[in-house]
């Protein structure tokens, strides 16, 4: 099983549409998680750091569940710029290993 | 400006020439770190730095090198190069080892290994 799963993707939207994301995570001791985006041939930049409480930034929101390994994202009223590769990052082993999903394609259609 | 310098950003060359893609970051991060990306593989980890000095393997060592002497820069040395080491790279720097601070991330160093 790989450490780090999310949707294949990739999902095509129109402008407007509310998208959700989904990852999961096989190591339960895991702390800190994280979701970035990576336009295309571009270096992934930080979207938003995962909370525990689960957190929101505008349009985005980041749910977090331990008790199924989960983590979410969603983002309402989508733009045209919110095409990307969106790529959950999960800490593993006290920050000395950062595990990367292999990422899931948004592609917002006007 | 805070950020984190890759170089070169393109670089084709021969199978067994050595090379080296230098990283600096002026942020005063502890924690550096260099990754590949392939098609349908994702991001993975070669070698990470907690601090000056401390390095360690990541996922994929294999065939690579690092060093940390300063702790603005980590180059990613490969020693004797092979098509397999295609790939786009970056480095990556957080403020520290505790996993809880984010990365920051170079513009990407695209190696073709012919």
């Known amino acids: 099983r790989k450490e780090v799963e999310q949707d294949p993707g990739p999902f095509n939207v129109p402008e407007g549409a509310t998208v959700a994301f989904n990852c999961t995570y096989s190591n339960s001791a895991s702390q800190s998680f994280f979701w970035y985006r990576q336009d295309c041939r571009k270096e992934p930049k930080l979207l938003m750091s995962v909370y525990s409480s689960g957190n929101e930034d505008g349009r985005f929101t980041a749910q977090l569940n331990r008790a199924s390994q989960y983590i979410s994202l969603l983002i309402r009223d989508s733009k045209l710029s919110d095409s990307a590769t969106y790529l959950c990052?999960?800490?593993?082993?006290?920050?000395?290993?950062?595990?990367f999903g292999p990422g899931t394609r948004l592609s917002v259609l006007p | 400006e805070a950020q984190v310098t890759q170089n070169p950003r393109y670089l084709i060359t021969v199978t067994g020439k050595k090379l080296t893609v230098t990283c600096s970051q002026n942020?005063?991060?502890?924690?550096m770190s260099w990754y590949r990306q392939d098609p349908g593989l994702g991001l993975r980890q070669i070698y990470y730095s907690m601090n000056v000095e401390v390095t360690d393997k990541g996922d994929v060592p294999e065939g690579y090198k690092v060093s940390r002497k300063e702790k603005r820069n980590f180059p990613l040395i490969l020693e004797s190069p092979s098509p397999n080491q295609t790939s786009l790279y970056f480095c990556a720097s957080s403020s520290n080892g505790q996993g809880d601070q984010p990365q920051h991330f170079g513009d990407g160093t695209r190696l073709s290994i012919l």
């Open positions: 990052v999960v800490e593993d082993n006290y920050g000395q290993n950062f595990v």
């Open positions: 942020m005063n991060h502890e924690y």
